[in-house]
C-alpha cells in the first residue's frame, strides 16, 4: 500500500516537473523575443547626430552614412524613394 502510495506521488511530481519545464521553455523563449524587440527599439532611440546640410548621420564610431543606410542597418525598416510635390515644382518645375 505505502509502495503503490509512493509510486502514485512520484508520478504526479514527475509530471508537474515536466510541466513546469515546459512553461520555463516557453518563458525563456518570450523573454529572449522581449529582449530582442527591446534591443532594436533601443537602437533607435535619443538623439541622432544628423548633418544639416546633407543629411547623413553620424554613428557612436564618428562614421557618417546616410540617414537610408543608417535607420536600414538599425532597424527592419525598408526605404523606397520618391518626390515630394514641394520638391517637385522646385526641381522639375516643366513637369507642371
Known amino acids: 500500500m505505502i509502495f503503490r502510495d509512493l509510486t502514485k506521488a512520484n508520478e504526479k511530481l514527475s509530471k508537474e516537473i515536466e510541466r513546469r519545464k515546459e512553461s520555463e521553455a516557453v518563458r525563456e523563449a518570450q523573454f529572449a523575443d522581449l ?9 533607435l532611440e535619443g538623439i541622432l547626430p544628423i548633418c544639416m546640410h546633407c543629411k547623413k548621420i553620424r554613428d557612436d564610431k564618428d562614421n557618417w552614412a546616410p540617414i537610408e543606410v543608417y535607420i536600414h542597418k538599425h532597424s527592419e525598416a525598408e526605404f523606397s524613394h520618391g518626390i515630394c510635390p514641394d520638391c517637385l515644382v522646385k526641381y522639375y518645375p516643366e513637369y507642371q
Open 35 to 43: 529582449q530582442k524587440a527591446q534591443d532594436e527599439i533601443k537602437s
